[in-house]
């Protein structure tokens, strides 16, 4: 029987459903158009219509992120797809499984600088794992199989898919593919045994050995993996920004997080330790301080799926590549196996040394001056309330580096934010794409006041797509982290980072109005003693959006910090104030 005729519009909605989307986060145009008009009738495709093609991808993420599914966007060509690059750049440094899908002017128009015309896939190969464009409309559904494909395996990224106007307006049969062709992409390389032999080895005779453990452990959906070989070997471990909730912060053998605002115990652990096992991170630059003085007496275990990040920036004595899952069941397999023969390992001198670390050295603050709220409190409180089941998502700066030390994360992909580029704007869609994909879990956006008013606009998307997120703004009225810096590396000086949202100062948008305005709830502390109120009554309400305006301290400041450019043992726990290593270990 032949298959019927199809526009390649229709086939490439069929196609999406195919690959197992079930949402796409858009927003149509005129290159676009074509394959707006059959997603009216998709049965098991429901479209988001967001506000802006940025909300649009961060959504896509967001959603990715919560659900461990791939992300969809979808945009008109030109500037359509050039508000899509940022959000790209952000999903694929941050190894989100994303497919975005443009429209492009017809295809004997490319290249005659046509209107709405842009080099979609030019401008976002550096920031893409691959990128298709598509003139025949026989190659939809081929395509779209290979674009999930990609985006979900081995290293996850973002895979743009650009369709011209042409291909969408003619016929074709839709025809789903049951094998897919890609010579050259073999993802899924599993770990060598004799590497694994010999990072055993080497952590049965370390004396201070840290696991660190990066996002590629969530990614991998390897937590309860990575868990079992922890527990096994005994050792401590960190988790990267990105790692958060990986392993449950109540963990006995949890340190914290590492790098320039990480915990006092996580950052001594990794520059002491004798032995680091990397698992899933890139050992990049706010982990490891100046590079030349990162860990001087470890030895290197570095496990990774991408084998371009082993040795990258720190030089890996054993190089292992495979998932994150595989990687763990096999050490777990082979360390038991050693362990039954005999157990040499005596890492009490080493506990010692971090249990007091962890305990002189506590995440903490200090009342603030001014008289305003303490923001850490603030935050520290909303994790308290929602609980660890909730779904965090933060925006970039202070409050995100405060979100991620103070709220305690028991369960992976519950804290989502944009640890790569540090994309301002990207909480409010992103918290968007997450109650999307996990409806039945409460979604607080955690922002500054800045990153908030980047892309605020979603919340219309939200109240009338019934996505009713939680946004707590951490009000300080500036530029809170650029702030910190002019404060401790300007002299004071503070060029552009008055954003005059309050503070005595004129109250420029008022956020409780700005939220009534986009039909959602409208609420305001001022005072530390609201604060549990107004975030109990914030969580009361679930039958729309809800924006919490936390006017808090402009001097607060987070630490512990590593500054720019020094050595991690030159961290301070407050200004010009490190720590007292000799007396406290």
Known sequence: MTAPRVTGAQSLITSLEHAGADVVFGLPGGAILPTYDPLLDAEHLRHILVRHEQGA???????????????????????????????????????????????????????????????????????????????????????????????????????????????????????????????????????????????????????????????????????????????????????????????????????????????????????????????????????????????????????????????????????????????????TVELRARLAESDDRDYESWWQTLDALRQNYPMGWTETADGYTAPQKVIRRLGEISGPESIFVSGVGQHQMWSAQFIGYEHPNTWINSGGLGTMGYSVPAAMGAKVGMPDRTVWAIDGDGCFQMTNQELATCAINDIPIKVAIINNSSLGMVRQWQNLFYDKRYSNTDLNTGHGTRRIPDFVKLADAYGCAGLRCERDEDIDATIEKAMEIDDRPVVVDFTVSADAMVWPMVPSGVSNDEIQIAQNMTPEWERDI
């Not at 659900?67 to 508000?83: D, E, F, I, M, R």
């Not at 046509?114 to 409309?137: R, Y």
């Not at 395509?143 to 650009?162: E, N």
Request: charged share 20%.
């Open 57 to 331: 991808g961060h959504a896509a993420s967001g959603y990715a992120h919560a659900t461990g599914k791939v992300g969809v966007c979808l945009a008109t060509s030109g500037p359509g797809a050039t508000n899509l690059i940022t959000a790209i750049a952000d999903a694929q440094m941050d190894s989100i499984p994303m497919v975005a899908i443009t429209g492009q002017v017809g295809s004997s128009f490319i290249g005659t600088d046509a209107f709405q015309e842009a080099d979609i896939v030019g401008m976002t190969m550096p920031v893409t794992k691959h990128n298709f464009l598509v003139t025949d409309p026989d190659d939809i559904p081929r395509t779209i199989k290979q674009a999930f494909h990609i985006a979900s395996t081995g290293r996850p990224g973002v895979v743009l898919v650009d369709v011209t106007k042409d291909a969408q307006q003619a016929a074709t049969t839709f025809e789903w593919p049951e094998t897919l062709d890609l010579p050259g992409y073999r993802p899924g390389a599993r770990p060598h045994h004799k590497q694994i032999r010999e990072a055993v080895n080497l952590l049965l005779a370390a004396k201070r050995p840290v696991f660190l453990l990066g996002g590629g452990v969530i990614r991998g959906r390897a937590s309860t993996e990575v868990r079992e070989l922890i527990d096994l070997a005994g050792a401590p471990f960190v988790t990267t920004l990105m790692a958060r909730g990986a392993l449950p912060d109540s963990h006995p053998s949890q340190l914290g997080m590492p790098g320039m605002h990480g915990s006092v115990a996580a950052v001594s652990a990794l520059q002491r330790a004798d032995l680091i096992i990397n698992i899933g991170a890139r050992f990049d630059d706010r982990v490891t301080g100046r590079l030349d003085s990162f860990a001087p007496h470890a030895t290197v275990v570095h496990a990774d799926i991408d084998p371009a990040e082993i040795s990258k920036n720190r030089e890996a004595d054993v190089p292992i590549v495979g998932e994150a899952r595989d990687v763990a069941t096999a050490l």
